[in-house]
């Protein structure tokens, strides 16, 4: 119970168009730190929903979010954002302009290096624009800056959607390992089996809402 830091409570959101579905319903669940979890569930489901909703990013249209017992609309969203979550995109969103130190320095004040040397990007590509690199090396840049500063809430939309097997494999290795030794709540959508194996629980996302019957 201590360990808990993140929990839906009959959360339903539809998005606001003309003709208003709901896209999740009644959803309850909870997330502990020094945990990973894999949510899985097919193509329209509502995954980037609800992670978007774990992120702040939006609110439900109805039930709560609550980070540490607290409901995020009561708190400082922004705050909430800024130093208490990191998401990486399937689409990498890194700055073409920039290069890999300069695209994890924008997460804020942080040792690039120390973050590009845990996730496996060697020194002779710091100095590269981003759009010189694999898919692979993209997506372990895209992770180190999501790994800048302190964030206790790691969210990550199919991170290895577009991967090899081995690249999938380091990303894995550094997922798992921010949850289990640098104690974070780590939450993955994912399609891949290799990253559901890794977890600690895999969540199936039509079981646990109740827009999908
Ligand atoms: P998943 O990530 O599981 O594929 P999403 O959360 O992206 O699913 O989408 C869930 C449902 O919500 C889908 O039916 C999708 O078409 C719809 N949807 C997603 N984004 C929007 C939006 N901005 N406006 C209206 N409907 C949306
Ligand atoms: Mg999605």
Known sequence: MDNQILR????????????????????????????????????????????????????PTSGKVLFRGTDIRETDLLAYRRNSTSLVFQSYNLIDYLTVRENVLLKGPCDPDELLNRVGIGSELW????????????????IARALAGTSEILLADEPTGNL?????????????????????????????????????EVIELSTINKAVS
Do not use: N
């Not at 100095?127 to 895209?142: F, H």
């Open 8 to 59: 839906l409570e009959d959360v339903s959101y539809a998005y606001r168009s003309k003709d208003p579905r709901y896209v999740l319903r009644d959803v309850r669940v909870e997330f502990r730190k020094g945990t990973m979890y894999a949510v899985t569930g097919p193509s329209g489901s509502g995954k980037t929903t609800l992670l978007s909703l774990l992120a702040g990013l939006d609110v």
């Open 127 to 142: 100095g590269r624009s981003v759009l010189k690199l694999s898919g692979g090396q993209q997506q372990r840049v895209a």
């Open 164 to 200: 090899d097997e081995e690249t999938e494999t380091s990303i894995i290795k550094i997922l798992t390992c921010c949850a289990h030794k640098d104690g974070a709540c780590v939450i993955v959508v994912t399609h891949s089996s290799r990253v559901c194996a890794a977890a600690d």
